[in-house]
């Protein structure tokens, strides 16, 4: 009763100044965010900007630098410093994403996949021992990871998947191939979501830690593709693959449920993916705007140019409450199901219209290698695609607002 009148008497009476700022909404970057920020710009001039184009063209994952990476804590941010990580939560895991992507979204999409989908799955479902053994080898980038959902013939549509895992005695046998998958190759590690039940069964997946070099677990062809070029994408392919009992993770029947978990956190790392792409794109066009001169007068003096600016900026400024409010929501452990689809949803569209915009404030000079801006675009269209197109997140959403 007493917390009653209490509760009563708080909420009848004028909130005080101090207790209006302890509901606001803080759109202040935090210490840790603008140190991380100010880290990352300092790394990204020295080991990315003199380097990427050449990844780009020829297609290498460049693992030195994730190593250098893993010793900035930037491949460990969520994992607990007791296992070897930083410790930190979303809002400096989405600025870390975000900041490496301004520079190089291939880079982004690497620490994205390996911070979020093969560290993210071990950090939330795997048994203590697991965690002890993987997470400090992943937290450093002494071992990189992979995480393998998406089949050949399987892609939206995961939960047909026909990768099979059958028992038995206290190993499991897997037959089957995973394509589309980030360090197929490279990765030291892989978490890998097979058949254990019958097709249909959402309890019929199971997860499991596979390491490289286990016999009949091998990397396939590495794609060549459009965009983010630097990050390695592989098939992975099993034969008669026997994987003991102790590398499930979670118990059997678990993996399809824990993989869509993993899925709406992940969304989050390609929201800021998109973020960084779609700002970097941004601050390129807007430096060229004022440079480049035509008709005597710089092509930002022309409504035409300094108000597609403006509508960059405002939909950059869009995703990024979006992407924040679900950083937010993960850090307070409340569901992000909706939230994180919707901010990627938007923030994925978002870099490839500012990456479009961008290539046409630069003219021809957007559809050469010399400038930034092409490999924007050619980066930014994955993020409609990967962890989810954008028809299945509306897929996600519609689905909630309509429960
Ligand atoms: C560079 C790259 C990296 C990747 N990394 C990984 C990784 O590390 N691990 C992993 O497991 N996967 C990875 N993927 C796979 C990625 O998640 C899938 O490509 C994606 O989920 C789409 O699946 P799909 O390519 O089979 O397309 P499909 O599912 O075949 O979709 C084709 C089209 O049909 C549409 N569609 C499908 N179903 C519906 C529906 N119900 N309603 C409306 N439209 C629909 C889609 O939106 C799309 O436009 C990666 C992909 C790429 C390109």
């Not at 400096?92 to 994403?97: A, H, K, R, S």
């Not at 008709?295 to 022309?302: C, D, V």
Request: hydrophobic share 40%.
């Amino acid at each position: 009763m007493i917390f009653v009148i209490l509760a009563i008497q708080i909420f009848s009476r004028p909130m005080t100044v101090a207790e209006k700022l302890d509901h606001a909404i803080d759109f202040e970057e935090s210490e840790n965010q603008k140190m991380i920020s100010q880290m990352i710009r300092d790394f990204c001039a020295k080991e990315i900007k003199p380097k990427m184009m050449d990844w780009d063209e020829s297609q290498e994952f460049p693992v030195d630098l994730f190593r250098k990476l893993g010793s900035l804590g930037l491949m460990g941010v969520l994992v607990p410093e007791e296992y070897g990580g930083s410790g930190f939560g979303y809002h400096e895991y989405v600025t870390t994403i975000a900041e490496i992507s301004r520079v190089d979204g291939s880079i982004g999409l690497s620490v994205a996949a390996h911070n979020s989908l093969c560290t993210g799955h071990i950090l939330q479902f795997a048994s203590e021992e697991q965690k002890l053994k993987y997470l400090p080898k992943l937290a450093t980038a002494e071992w990189i990871g992979a995480w393998g959902l998406t089949e050949p013939n399987t892609g939206s549509d995961a939960g047909n998947m026909r990768t099979i895992a059958i028992k038995d005695g206290d190993h499991y046998v897997l037959n089957g191939a995973k394509n589309f998958i980030t360090h197929g190759k490279s990765g030291q590690v892989a978490v890998v979501i097979a058949r254990t039940g019958s097709v249909g069964d959402s309890r019929g997946m199971t997860a499991f830690i596979i390491e490289k070099g286990t016999p009949g677990f091998s990397a396939g062809r590495k794609e060549n593709k459009l965009g983010m070029r630097a990050s390695e994408t592989t098939e992975l392919i099993f034969t008669d693959c026997r994987i003991h009992k102790s590398q499930v993770i979670g118990g059997e029947g678990e993996g399809f449920v824990q993989a869509l978990k993993v899925l709406d956190g992940g969304r989050i790392s390609i929201a800021a993916l998109s973020l960084g792409i779609a700002q970097g794109a941004f601050d390129a066009a807007l430096r060229y705007s004022k440079e480049r001169h035509q008709f005597n007068q710089p092509i930002s003096a022309f409504q035409g140019i300094s108000f597609k600016l403006a509508d960059m900026a405002t939909k950059i400024e869009a995703a990024k409450l979006l992407v924040y409010r679900s950083a937010d929501l993960k850090n307070r452990g409340m569901s992000v199901n909706k939230e994180s689809a919707m901010a990627k949803l938007y923030a994925s569209e978002v870099a490839v219209e500012v990456a479009n915009d961008a290539v046409q404030i630069f003219g021809g000079y957007g559809y050469i290698k010399d400038y930034p801006v092409e490999k924007f675009y050619r980066d930014a269209k994955l993020c409609t695609i990967g962890e989810g197109t954008s028809e299945i997140q509306k897929l996600v959403i519609s689905r909630s607002i309509l429960k």
